[in-house]
């Protein structure tokens, strides 16, 4: 691998204030023995901001056995038992977390993916990404973040679906902080516009990851959506759904929707 490393730009760059935030587990992982090569890793620094923390037996042992609780915990003993008992067996894990300072270019996440490869090379199994709700067995990360070598923002986010008591199926984003942007939510959608939301949120995914802003107000014109969509902005990091702040592209449920949205700017 050449010893030039390529920038991940962020073509649609606007400074916000929002630090992106980044929190992963790496499950066996012994970072003592840690060698980060520029040339195999595609890094050339740890990201400013990030703290990279050991526990095990003689170091909070306690922390291993909290991540392996709770509702996501139980999901990935259902679908993913393999995987779970693989995590299960481990006595020591590495924490990467923190908010990186420069995010004018997504370096930042080709260096932190650089790392968490090299702590998979140094007797990590799996990793947690906390904040897209997301296992990750140590071939899949391979395989599908680091190999790529390229900032796929899909892979990073993911889109999660949920019933409405209407019917109707709520489609939320998770992620978008590692980012510095909001992620992205929208209620009341008619299950024969799941596809075509969901592809509006991969068109917004990559856009925020890329370092646009969403507007407040900003209207969606798609053709294979409903006339009278737009944003707004609200929620915190303090919101469990997201544990970031969101935006809600609302679905027109009325002519009020509709005529409001017409004094609204495109998409």
């Given at each position: ?24 587990v ?35 042992p ?16 259902v ?78 986010v ?23 942007r909001?992620d ?58 997201f ?25």
């Amino acid at each position: 691998m050449s010893g030039v490393l390529l920038d991940w730009p962020r073509i649609h760059y606007k400074e916000t204030g929002a630090s992106p935030f980044l929190y992963y587990v790496v499950f066996g992982a012994n970072v003592d023995e840690l060698r980060l090569s520029r040339s195999k890793y595609r890094c050339d620094a740890i990201p400013e901001g990030l703290e990279i923390m050991a526990y095990g037996p003689a170091c909070h042992p306690e922390v291993l056995d909290d991540l392996r609780q709770g509702y996501l915990w139980k999901e990935l003993l259902v679908q993913e038992s393999d995987l779970a008992n693989v995590v299960a067996a481990q006595t020591t894990c590495t924490v990467v977390r923190g908010f990186v300072v420069d995010d004018s270019s997504l370096n930042y996440l080709r260096n932190t993916v650089g790392l968490i490869t090299s702590l998979l090379d140094n007797g990590g199994v799996a990793i947690f990404d906390a904040q897209s709700f997301k296992w990750w067995s140590a071939n899949d990360w391979k395989t599908r973040i680091f190999e790529p070598a390229a900032p796929l923002s899909h892979e990073h986010v993911v889109i999660l679906v949920s019933e409405e008591p209407d019917d109707t199926q709520w489609l939320h984003t998770r992620g978008l902080r590692k980012f510095g942007r909001p992620d992205i939510s929208i209620h009341n959608v008619p299950a024969a516009f799941c596809a075509a939301v969901v592809g509006m949120l991969n068109r917004f995914i990559e856009f925020q990851a890329l370092g646009g802003v969403i507007q407040e107000g900003q209207c969606v014109q798609l053709t294979s959506l409903p006339e009278g969509m737009y944003c707004t902005h609200g929620g915190s990091e303090d919101d469990p759904d997201f544990n970031n702040f969101h935006i809600e592209i609302k679905w027109p449920n009325s002519s009020l929707d509709a005529d409001a949205s017409a004094m609204r700017r495109p998409a």
